[in-house]
């Protein structure tokens, strides 16, 4: 008897091992099987074709602009909509001009995946900024759709090319990711660009309806939401400088932003001994040397850009106004940065006998990357350099200092970002550059994502 159970205990270990071997080389077959001429091919050479598609269209001559539902935007909108439609998905543009493109899953309720970036520019942009988001995405979906795994997903995808993220002509940013995201007001539509023209007028021009009612019908349901991920540039060095191509996000710093007015006497340049001075230049650099020093660690920016009252050679200065960028991933150490800068600036102009006024003109919370959607997004990271070749044991963990459509839809749903390395940091500039293999790497981690959290293999198409 107890020879009959050892054997049977043994048959089902066997079996186990068996049928473990079996899942595991479902799994190592992944998007493998799409091939990796076919996975270059549209991940890559196509994806770079499009993006330099997309850099064309432009409102200006010789460089690339394209704000707010211009004619150029409204130009872009039509191959980004063909090539929704060419990877299987059905498209709409929103009454904010949000672009659309959805796939539905078998499971009907379950909720959405958005993955987004924008279509938008500043003026005289690089051809990467928004764009390599919307396009990987795009690409991502389109190698599913040839592999037959769009049948097979767990729940909705759906891509959105957002109208606004620079705020360039508004200077209202994320007017596109802010709407579906139910966070913008309806007095923004009275808001005025330079010529007086609102955002209604701009809405109402190019056949929206630009109402109140109009802007609720582009909020998204919370509930209806499971996360948002985008892809972006980094816009920044680390990357480039650490060597790799990608990198997460896991968070966008918070922002204060101060006006300072530095008063003090002008005088002559030579015949005012240095301790009778009221100089409100050396006083400012002191200030901004000590800022410097409080920011001095790591996810601590700060910016100052000057304007000097003092306009004459001959004189040393009597006025200075200066404004003050700080950015942090901890709210609370930018608020200490912030009161510390304040103590400090009262106390240095009072031992430089000038006068100083702070005004605090911007204040944003920083945002959290979801844990668990990065954790997933790292793991697509690791696949894709896998099969790119490359040996990389930890892709890095970054924060980023610019604001990105994530930031306005973290208050709709959970969010997670991949940075993808640029050419010296460089971005808001024609000399914004991309490596092909890194677009490459773009649309990959991507797919790798989709593979591994939404499609179910077992699922039968
Ligand atoms: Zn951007």
Same mark, same amino acid.
């Given at each position: 008897?107890?020879?009959?159970?050892?054997?049977?205990?043994?048959?089902?270990?066997?079996?186990?091992?068996?049928?473990?071997?079996?899942?595991?080389?479902?799994?190592?077959?992944?998007?493998?099987?799409?091939?990796?001429?076919?996975?270059?091919?549209?991940?890559?050479?196509?994806?770079?074709?499009?993006?330099?598609?997309?850099?064309?269209?432009?409102?200006?001559?010789?460089?690339?602009?394209?704000?707010?539902?211009?004619?150029?935007?409204?130009?872009?909108?039509?191959?980004?909509?063909?090539?929704?439609?060419? @990877?299987?998905?059905?498209?709409?543009?929103?009454?904010?001009?949000?672009?659309?493109?959805?796939?539905?899953?078998?499971?009907?309720?379950?909720?959405?995946?958005?993955?987004?970036?924008?279509?938008?520019?500043?003026?005289?942009?690089?051809?990467?900024?928004?764009?390599?988001?919307?396009?990987?995405?795009?690409? $991502?979906?389109?190698?599913?759709?040839?592999?037959?795994?769009?049948?097979?997903?767990?729940?909705?995808?759906?891509?959105? @090319?957002?109208?606004?993220?620079?705020?360039?002509?508004? %200077?209202?940013?994320?007017?596109?990711?802010?709407?579906?995201?139910? %966070?913008?007001? @309806?007095?923004?539509?009275?808001?005025?660009?330079?010529?007086?023209?609102?955002?209604?007028?701009?809405?109402?021009?190019?056949?929206?309806?630009?109402?109140?009612?109009?802007?609720?019908?582009?909020?998204?349901?919370?509930?209806?939401?499971?996360?948002?991920?985008?892809?972006?540039?980094?816009?920044?060095?680390?990357?480039?400088?650490?060597?790799?191509?990608?990198?997460?996000?896991?968070?966008?710093?918070? %922002?204060?932003?101060?006006?300072?007015?530095?008063?003090?006497?002008?005088?002559?340049?030579?015949?005012?001994?240095?301790?009778? =001075?009221?100089?409100?230049?050396?006083?400012?650099?002191?200030?901004?040397?000590?800022?410097?020093?409080?920011?001095?660690?790591?996810?601590?920016?700060?910016?100052?850009?000057? %304007?000097?009252?003092?306009?004459?050679?001959?004189?040393?200065?009597?006025?200075?106004?200066?404004?003050?960028?700080?950015?942090?991933?901890?709210?609370?150490?930018?608020?200490?940065?912030?009161?510390?800068?304040?103590?400090?600036?009262?106390?240095?102009?009072?031992?430089?006998?000038?006068?100083?006024?702070?005004? =605090?003109?911007?204040? $944003?919370?920083?945002?959290?990357?979801?844990?668990?959607?990065?954790?997933?997004?790292?793991?697509?990271?690791?696949?894709?350099?896998?099969?790119?070749?490359?040996?990389? =044991?930890?892709?890095?963990?970054?924060?980023?200092?610019?604001?990105?459509?994530?930031?306005?839809?973290?208050?709709?749903?959970?969010?997670?970002?991949?940075?993808? =390395?640029?050419?010296?940091?460089?971005?808001?500039?024609?000399?914004?550059?991309?490596?092909?293999?890194?677009?490459?790497?773009?649309?990959?981690?991507?797919?790798?994502?989709?593979?591994?959290?939404?499609?179910?293999?077992?699922?039968?198409?």
């Amino acid at each position: 008897m107890a020879s009959v159970l050892r054997k049977n205990a043994l048959i089902s270990l066997l079996l186990i091992a068996l049928m473990l071997v079996i899942v595991a080389g479902l799994e190592a077959e992944s998007i493998g099987d799409a091939g990796s001429d076919l996975l270059r091919e549209i991940l890559r050479d196509e994806a770079v074709e499009r993006i330099n598609q997309l850099a064309k269209i432009s409102d200006a001559d010789g460089y690339l602009e394209r704000t707010f539902l211009s004619l150029a935007s409204r130009k872009a909108a039509e191959p980004i909509i063909k090539w929704m439609q060419d @990877a299987g998905l059905r498209t709409w543009v929103d009454q904010m001009g949000n672009i659309h493109g959805r796939i539905e899953s078998v499971n009907r309720t379950e909720e959405t995946l958005l993955i987004g970036s924008h279509y938008d520019t500043v003026v005289d942009a690089g051809r990467f900024d928004g764009s390599l988001g919307i396009i990987s995405a795009i690409s $991502a979906l389109k190698v599913l759709k040839i592999s037959g795994k769009l049948l097979k997903l767990k729940r909705p995808v759906e891509i959105i @090319a957002f109208s606004d993220e620079e705020g360039v002509r508004f %200077q209202s940013t994320f007017l596109g990711s802010a709407a579906i995201a139910g %966070q913008l007001p @309806a007095s923004v539509l009275k808001t005025s660009d330079k010529n007086g023209v609102t955002i209604q007028d701009v809405l109402k021009a190019n056949s929206f309806e630009g109402t109140d009612g109009s802007l609720l019908q582009v909020k998204y349901d919370p509930e209806s939401v499971w996360g948002y991920v985008e892809v972006h540039i980094e816009q920044g060095p680390v990357l480039e400088s650490l060597g790799y191509p990608l990198g997460i996000v896991k968070g966008i710093a918070g %922002q204060t932003r101060l006006k300072v007015k530095v008063t003090g006497s002008q005088g002559h340049a030579g015949t005012v001994p240095m301790l009778m =001075r009221q100089d409100s230049l050396t006083a400012a650099a002191e200030l901004i040397v000590n800022l410097e020093s409080l920011c001095k660690y790591p996810d601590r920016v700060f910016t100052c850009n000057e %304007q000097c009252g003092c306009y004459s050679k001959e004189s040393f200065s009597g006025l200075v106004n200066f404004t003050v960028d700080v950015r942090a991933m901890d709210d609370e150490a930018r608020e200490i940065v912030v009161s510390e800068f304040s103590r400090q600036i009262y106390q240095i102009c009072d031992n430089r006998m000038v006068n100083c006024t702070i005004e =605090r003109k911007h204040n $944003a919370e920083a945002v959290h990357c979801d844990s668990e959607l990065s954790r997933q997004l790292k793991q697509a990271a690791h696949s894709t350099m896998k099969m790119l070749g490359k040996n990389i =044991r930890e892709v890095p963990i970054l924060m980023s200092g610019a604001g990105h459509d994530a930031m306005a839809m973290s208050h709709l749903t959970k969010v997670g970002m991949v940075f993808v =390395r640029c050419r010296g940091g460089i971005s808001h500039s024609p000399d914004e550059y991309v490596m092909d293999d890194d677009v490459w790497a773009a649309g990959l981690v991507l797919l790798n994502f989709l593979d591994q959290q939404v499609i179910d293999d077992h699922m039968s198409s």
